[in-house]
């Protein structure tokens, strides 16, 4: 089967083919073309997202479809992002796998966002395949799940206010640093811990305590936002008298990142050892932070766990993980009808009922 898979929830137009079948898949082409605009505004602003889609999707399209060497009559089915993201953005691909399919005569399903990052590594690492414990943190999500058997997700904690990349790019700004802020912060933060070793400044882990047990929200559940005014209130001291200085901008990257991640790692091997899973598979733009990655390996190995993370590639938005989720769906025989509609907001596919309530209190 040739999948044709279609992303527009954000800022990244970007389009693939993928071809084979459950067990044995092959990226056939990938075309992810960045949305630029955006970093002069220090953002995502949704109605230009949603135009630059539009300008570009049917040659992306294309391009893929020329990258793999196929005809437009050689798709067998089309898989889109329905849902969680910007529904202007949304709405364009929506449109436009709708129509493609429709015209060729072939079946369309919709993707849940999060279900793609869900299965990007495994397009790279034959052995990122369930049961496993999933660590996804992208710029609007953050989501810790256990994973029995694709389709089967438990969710365990997400996070109370910001997401993981969201936190970076917010603490970036504070820096003085340009969006998205992940890179710039992981970058900062290499520089500070090879010239100063230890940042002098230190920041508390946030929700991280040892007197939390399983079954209570705060176990899994994460908090960014007051790192994030921790951070701001770090430079506004650092700054009152003169202005930041390269070497303070870069301690204080090191302290927020070393929270964060280890926040992060704490939580991922708490829901390794509740589960007894062997293996930790991380997705979303944060999976692609090289110190988090190391530093999820070296925790990991001492409970029994290997961990997975996708290549840089992978790790952002993009349309293959989109078609591989599509194909798990297309399998099964789920389509779409042509009503198929685009979703700010969705809970993730495959959680039983009573996860599902919280789902929607966390607005996945
Ligand atoms: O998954 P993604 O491409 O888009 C969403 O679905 O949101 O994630 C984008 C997020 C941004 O917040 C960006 O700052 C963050 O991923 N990011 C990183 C890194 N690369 C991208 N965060 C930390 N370290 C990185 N190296
Ligand atoms: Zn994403």
């Given at each position: 089967?040739?999948?044709?898979?279609?992303?527009?929830?954000?800022?990244e137009?970007?389009?693939?083919?993928?071809?084979?079948?459950?067990?044995?898949?092959?990226?056939?082409?990938?075309?992810i073309?960045s949305?630029?605009?955006?970093?002069?505004?220090?953002?995502?602003?949704?109605?230009?997202?949603?135009?630059?889609?539009?300008?570009?999707?049917?040659?992306?399209?294309?391009?893929?479809?020329?990258?793999?060497?196929?005809?437009?009559?050689?798709?067998?089915?089309?898989?889109?992002?329905?849902?969680?993201?910007?529904?202007?953005?949304?709405?364009?691909?929506?449109?436009?796998?709708?129509?493609?399919?429709?015209?060729?005569?072939?079946?369309?399903?919709?993707?849940?966002?999060?279900?793609?990052h869900?299965?990007a590594t495994?397009?790279e690492?034959?052995?990122?395949?369930?049961?496993?414990?999933?660590l996804l943190i992208s710029g609007?999500?953050?989501?810790?799940?256990?994973?029995?058997?694709?389709?089967?997700?438990?969710?365990?904690?997400?996070?109370?206010?910001?997401?993981a990349g969201?936190?970076f790019?917010?603490?970036?700004?504070?820096?003085?640093?340009?969006?998205p802020g992940g890179p710039a912060i992981e970058r900062?933060?290499?520089?500070?811990?090879?010239?100063?070793?230890?940042?002098?400044?230190?920041?508390?882990?946030?929700?991280?305590?040892?007197?939390?047990?399983?079954?209570?929200?705060?176990?899994?559940?994460?908090?960014?936002?007051?790192?994030?005014?921790?951070?701001?209130?770090?430079?506004?001291?650092?700054?009152?008298?003169?202005?930041?200085?390269?070497?303070?901008?870069?301690?204080?990257?090191?302290?927020?990142q070393?929270?964060?991640i280890?926040?992060?790692?704490?939580?991922?091997?708490?829901?390794?050892?509740?589960?007894?899973?062997?293996?930790?598979?991380l997705g979303g733009g944060v999976a692609g932070n090289r110190t988090l990655v190391a530093?999820m390996?070296?925790?990991?190995?001492?409970?029994?766990?290997?961990?997975?993370a996708p290549s840089a590639r992978l790790a952002t938005d993009n349309?293959?993980m989109?078609?591989?989720?599509?194909?798990?769906?297309?399998?099964?025989?789920?389509?779409?009808?042509?009503?198929?509609?685009?979703?700010?907001?969705?809970?993730?596919?495959?959680?039983?009922?009573?996860?599902?309530?919280?789902?929607?209190?966390?607005?996945?």
């Amino acid at each position: 089967m040739k999948v044709l898979g279609i992303e527009t929830s954000c800022d990244e137009t970007s389009a693939a083919v993928l071809s084979g079948t459950d067990d044995e898949t092959e990226i056939q082409s990938l075309v992810i073309l960045s949305q630029d605009v955006h970093r002069i505004f220090g953002g995502v602003v949704p109605e230009i997202a949603s135009r630059a889609h539009v300008t570009a999707l049917v040659p992306v399209v294309e391009r893929a479809l020329s990258d793999a060497g196929l005809g437009r009559d050689d798709v067998d089915a089309v898989a889109v992002t329905y849902g969680p993201g910007l529904a202007g953005a949304l709405l364009v691909g929506v449109s436009f796998a709708k129509a493609f399919a429709y015209a060729l005569d072939v079946p369309v399903v919709g993707v849940h966002h999060m279900e793609g990052h869900l299965f990007a590594t495994a397009l790279e690492e034959r052995d990122a395949v369930p049961p496993f414990t999933a660590l996804l943190i992208s710029g609007g999500h953050t989501l810790l799940l256990d994973v029995e058997a694709w389709g089967h997700y438990r969710l365990l904690g997400g996070t109370r206010d910001d997401a993981a990349g969201e936190a970076f790019d917010k603490v970036a700004k504070l820096l003085g640093l340009p969006y998205p802020g992940g890179p710039a912060i992981e970058r900062e933060a290499s520089e500070g811990r090879a010239t100063q070793g230890a940042s002098p400044f230190r920041f508390a882990r946030p929700m991280l305590r040892r007197d939390q047990r399983p079954g209570e929200r705060d176990y899994y559940d994460v908090s960014f936002s007051g790192l994030k005014t921790a951070v701001l209130n770090a430079v506004r001291e650092a700054t009152s008298n003169e202005p930041l200085t390269p070497a303070t901008r870069a301690a204080i990257a090191l302290a927020f990142q070393d929270s964060l991640i280890e926040t992060l790692v704490e939580k991922t091997a708490r829901a390794v050892r509740q589960f007894e899973r062997r293996r930790v598979v991380l997705g979303g733009g944060v999976a692609g932070n090289r110190t988090l990655v190391a530093a999820m390996r070296e925790r990991c190995a001492h409970i029994g766990a290997r961990v997975f993370a996708p290549s840089a590639r992978l790790a952002t938005d993009n349309a293959a993980m989109i078609a591989r989720a599509g194909l798990f769906h297309l399998e099964r025989g789920e389509r779409a009808g042509l009503d198929l509609n685009a979703f700010a907001s969705l809970p993730l596919p495959g959680l039983p009922i009573e996860s599902l309530a919280e789902a929607r209190d966390k607005l996945i």
